[in-house]
């Protein structure tokens, strides 16, 4: 008799189960779900910063891109790479920065150039064993930036940097 009262009582929806009981499940499922940002699978700050720092490194020695660094000061550019990479793998950061475009502005940047420098990059990706997975998601982030920071189609490298580009101002101390 039991048994037939209670199952009529689910025919009819009449069985309420208490919303706390179903919160914390549907909570876990939803979490479980929602996937790592790209940041926090690169590993979040510690991580960020080691990759720049490297290839920062691998840019500045790199002769087929390094003369277009001359005037520039590097620890407005490390410390500004560094935002707008973990701004851009959805890290809690706000890049605060030249846009892309004023930044490489008279910079005289050429594909090859580009080229040459997203290599650097994934010697350093590859260096610090960032999965095949991060390190696409990375590039198909920072790729599409191209026509933005390259004004010659070319694809000669090591072009001077020409006298109208003008630095940005040099970090605070
Ligand atoms: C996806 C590729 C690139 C990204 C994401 C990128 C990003 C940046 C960022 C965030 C800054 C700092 C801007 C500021 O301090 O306000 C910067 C500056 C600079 N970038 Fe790039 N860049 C890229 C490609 C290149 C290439 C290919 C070159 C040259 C071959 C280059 C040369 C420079 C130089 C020289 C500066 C310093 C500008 C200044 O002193 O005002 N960048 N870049």
Redesign the pocket.
Known sequence: MRKLILTSMLALGMVVVPATAMAKPMKHAAHAMKEKTLYERLGGAPAVSAVIDDFAGRVLADTR?NA??A???PT??VA??KT?VTQATGGPKV?K??S?AA??HN?G?TDA??G???EDLVATLDKFNVPAKEKGELLAA??P??PQ?VSVHSNETGGALPASFK??PAAKK
Do not use: C, T
Request: hydrophobic letters at 55%; glycine letters at 10%.
């Open positions: 891109i277009k660094f005037k520039s000061d407005r550019l500004n790479l707008f890049y920065g030249q892309m930044a490489h910079m940047v150039e580009f040459a420098l997203v920072l790729g930036l191209g920071i630095p940005a």
